[in-house]
């Protein structure tokens, strides 16, 4: 009967996985997002150093 009750409370626990599967997906969805502006941010910024690094060339010359 005590072993019965023990199997069932795992049973009950066992459902908890999900949750923090569900969970985990959100963070990395949010991760995701995060690193796809971090990457836009980057190239923007490397555009833009690239086009500075340009017009004192032609200055320059």
Same mark, same amino acid.
């Given at each position: 009967? =005590?072993q019965g009750? %023990?199997?069932?409370?795992q &049973?009950n /626990?066992? %459902?908890?996985? $999900? *949750?923090g %599967? $569900?969970n985990?997906? =959100?963070?990395?969805?949010?991760? /995701?997002l995060?690193f &796809? /502006?971090f990457v836009i941010? &980057?190239? $923007? !910024?490397?555009? !833009?150093?690239t086009q500075?690094?340009? *017009?004192?060339?032609?200055?320059f $010359?």
């Amino acid at each position: 009967m =005590n072993q019965g009750q %023990q199997s069932q409370q795992q &049973a009950n /626990v066992y %459902q908890n996985p $999900l *949750e923090g %599967q $569900l969970n985990y997906k =959100n963070y990395y969805r949010i991760m /995701v997002l995060f690193f &796809a /502006v971090f990457v836009i941010l &980057a190239i $923007l !910024q490397t555009y !833009q150093f690239t086009q500075h690094k340009r *017009e004192k060339f032609i200055t320059f $010359l």
